[in-house]
């Protein structure tokens, strides 16, 4: 189990917020509603969207070789 307070738990946490983000710009309702606003505290959800519609390539790698941490090295 991958302890929040720990590098690795951040990491998991940061990985898991982009890959969601990402998805729910492609949903309509949500995107105008949750994703509409580029700044203040609700602009975090846009930029993490943005973030992983733009690198979904690389978010893909890092959420595998994560994911392969935590099942057989961790």
């Known amino acids: 189990m991958t302890n ?3 590098l ?3 990491l998991v946490f940061g990985l898991l917020f982009v890959c969601t983000c990402a998805y729910l710009k492609k949903v309509p309702r949500i995107n105008s509603w949750l994703l509409s606003e580029k700044k203040g505290v609700w602009g975090v959800f846009y930029k993490a969207a943005v973030i992983g519609t733009r690198l979904h ?3 893909a790698i890092s959420c595998l070789a994560m994911a ?6 961790k």
């Open 57 to 59: 390539i690389a978010v």
């Open 4 to 6: 929040v307070y720990s």
């Open 68 to 73: 392969f941490y935590i099942v057989f090295l």
């Open 8 to 10: 690795d738990g951040i």
